[in-house]
């Protein structure tokens, strides 16, 4: 027994005085998915170790963690570096931040543990979680804006003809209009209209005419049950940017009720990154004035928290999702996990 403490003893303050561990983490993370932050572990010294344990040691921040990332390593050989996954759960969206770094070995009996503490600070977004969309909610879209279908009356597309004007270098000799040409003795090229994608709107509105209407709806909801609700809005909305994007609509976004920028309609990577970076990062407590009209848009999609929409979404373009609903839009929610009723509203007649 003597023996084996002197073993562990002596191997312990070996293993890890050569060691260096750097943490690499992804882009981002979702609400409720999977997160696999990665530990490249890379061994100096001239001797084998066993068992390797790397964690994250607990700290405080705005995103809660179901448990923390823990990964280990079997042996990292002399001079070697590998690399070690922890996965975790983020079980909400906001910043995730990470601290000191931990690593540990107990080879080779388990009796001593050498630990070792690395300062590394990094920060992650949490987007919202993501819902998958069923095919009636993008059918519903392209009925909502049929205008996307359309060709732009500008010029510089390649679709229906626009008009004439001079030839520039560089244009294609199939677009030359060999009897304008001919007649004016000048070189004439067609012009063509441009193609218009798709786009939609979205609108979430957390204000306290839909917090106050959701509370007449059901005296007995809870502050709990209210976060809840305003989560899920944020959650189908930022469903709603990720689905148009993937189907080619231009996306864009405002919020009523809470501060958060308002951005335009566009189609791009970054842009859809934008929109759901400002997701993860509202503030519910960071509340606007009722007389704050900044937000106001000409949205096409309105996500509320109640079945009744207020007066002002009366209008035959738009079409309004609420999230006591949610069951109906999405397929990977079973239908009790929906808090008050089940009937749904669209705007204007939209079905």
């Known amino acids: ?34 997160l ?14 066993f068992n390797l344990v790397v ?10 963690l179901n448990m923390l990332p823990t990964g280990w390593i079997l042996f990292l050989g002399p001079n070697q570096a590998l690399m070690a996954e922890a996965p975790c759960w983020p079980s909400e969206r906001g910043k995730l931040s990470f601290n000191s770094l931990i690593i540990s070995c107990s080879f080779p ?17 949490v987007y919202p979680h993501i819902y998958r969309l069923n095919r009636r909610v993008v059918g519903t879209l392209s ?15 390649t679709e229906e003809f ?32 441009q193609p218009s994608p798709p786009q939609t709107m979205v609108q979430l509105d957390l204000s306290d005419l839909q917090i106050n ?4 709806e059901n005296p007995d909801i809870s502050e709990e049950q209210l976060t809840k609700l305003k989560e899920e809005a944020i959650s189908l909305a930022a469903s709603i940017i ?56 000409e949205a096409t999609v309105l996500v509320t928290l109640t079945n009744t929409s207020p007066k002002l979404y009366q209008a035959s373009n738009k079409l309004a999702l609420s999230v006591q609903t949610l069951s109906q839009y999405i397929t990977d929610a079973p239908v009790e996990d929906v808090l008050l009723d089940t009937t749904e509203e669209v705007i204007g007649g939209v079905a």
Request: hydrophobic share 35%; net charge neutral; aromatic share 8%.
């Open 242 to 297: 990720c689905d148009a994007y993937m189907h080619g609509y231009k996306i864009g976004f405002a919020c009523s009720g809470i501060n958060a920028p308002t951005y335009q309609l566009h189609h791009s990577r970054p842009h859809r990154t934008n929109i759901l970076e400002a997701l993860a990062s509202l503030d519910l407590h960071d509340t606007t004035s009722p007389d704050d009209t900044s937000s106001q848009t």
């Open 55 to 64: 964690s994250e040691e607990s700290t405080e921040s705005e995103v809660k």
């Open 143 to 157: 009925r909502v804006n049929p205008e996307g279908s359309n060709n732009i009356e500008r010029s510089g597309g």
């Open 1 to 34: 027994m003597f023996g084996a403490f002197v073993v562990s003893l002596i191997t312990a303050m070996l293993s890890l005085r050569n060691v260096t561990v750097t943490r690499l983490l992804p882009m981002h993370g979702i609400a409720g998915e999977q």
């Open 36 to 49: 696999v932050p990665r530990y490249r572990i890379h061994n100096r010294s001239k001797l084998g170790i």
């Open 109 to 125: 009996f388990g009796i001593l543990k050498k630990v070792a503490f690395f300062e590394q600070e990094d920060e992650i977004i």
């Open 213 to 216: 209407a959701c509370k007449s």
């Open 162 to 193: 626009f008009g004439l004007r001079e030839y520039h270098t560089g244009d294609s000799i199939r677009l030359i209009n060999w009897k304008q040409t001919a007649r004016t003795g000048d070189m004439v090229v067609k012009e063509m209209t």
